[in-house]
């Protein structure tokens, strides 16, 4: 049976989150409802770890701007100005970095919100974008790049990439299966 939802982001300020590197500077702030990295620094962690999940997160990014949502720390879903737009590999906005393009575009431009849920079993994923499904029951072959480390494991932490460019979280929230 699925738990309830929880809020992983409270709104206010960044309890429950780390820094991937304490030691560097980070540049994220909580403010009115939403976690926004304002410029090039570093990665944000939760402190928790999750296995199977659904995931709700809505991000926001500015004209140019890159980041990723990191599931299980490992798992990279790209966070990229790129509508209209393919690369060379897997790099487009809600790609299984560089594994799997986004079936169908459904990116709103830079500065509108973009609303993800993500369910996450074992190794398969499936992802809908602003309501079209993106990803549909695709198995992940292992970590994509820029993770916390090269294993599959059953649990991780969710991170955010925080090293590419400024980017807006809000409405982030959980449950496990």
Same mark, same amino acid.
């Given at each position: 049976?699925?738990?309830?939802?929880?809020?992983?982001?409270?709104?206010?300020?960044?309890?429950?989150?780390?820094?991937?590197?304490?030691?560097?500077?980070?540049?994220?702030?909580?403010?009115?409802?939403?976690?926004?990295?304002?410029?090039?620094?570093?990665?944000?962690?939760?402190?928790?770890?999750?296995?199977?999940?659904?995931?709700?997160?809505?991000?926001?990014?500015?004209?140019?701007?890159?980041?990723?949502?990191?599931?299980?720390?490992?798992?990279?879903?790209?966070?990229?100005?790129?509508?209209?737009?393919?690369?060379?590999?897997?790099?487009?906005?809600?790609?299984?970095?560089?594994?799997?393009?986004?079936? @169908?575009?459904?990116?709103? $431009?830079? /500065?509108?919100?973009?609303?993800? =849920?993500?369910?996450? +079993? %074992?190794?398969?994923?499936?992802?809908?974008?602003?309501?079209?499904?993106?990803?549909?029951? @695709?198995?992940?072959?292992? $970590?994509? /790049?820029?993770?916390?480390?090269? =294993?599959?494991?059953? +649990? %991780?932490?969710?991170?955010?990439?925080?090293?590419?460019?400024?980017?807006?979280?809000?409405?982030?929230?959980?449950?496990?299966?």
């Amino acid at each position: 049976m699925d738990s309830e939802w929880k809020e992983i982001f409270n709104g206010n300020d960044l309890t429950g989150w780390q820094m991937r590197h304490a030691d560097r500077e980070h540049a994220w702030v909580a403010h009115e409802g939403i976690l926004e990295n304002t410029k090039h620094a570093v990665d944000i962690i939760t402190e928790d770890e999750f296995g199977d999940f659904d995931l709700h997160i809505e991000y926001l990014f500015p004209e140019g701007s890159n980041s990723g949502i990191y599931l299980r720390g490992r798992y990279e879903l790209q966070i990229l100005d790129s509508l209209g737009n393919t690369y060379d590999y897997p790099a487009e906005n809600g790609a299984l970095y560089n594994q799997k393009r986004p079936d @169908v575009e459904a990116t709103n $431009p830079a /500065g509108e919100w973009q609303i993800m =849920d993500v369910t996450l +079993k %074992g190794m398969v994923l499936t992802v809908t974008l602003n309501g079209k499904k993106i990803h549909d029951n @695709v198995t992940i072959s292992g $970590p994509t /790049g820029g993770q916390l480390g090269d =294993d599959n494991p059953v +649990k %991780g932490p969710l991170m955010l990439q925080g090293d590419h460019g400024p980017v807006s979280f809000r409405n982030i929230r959980i449950r496990e299966h």
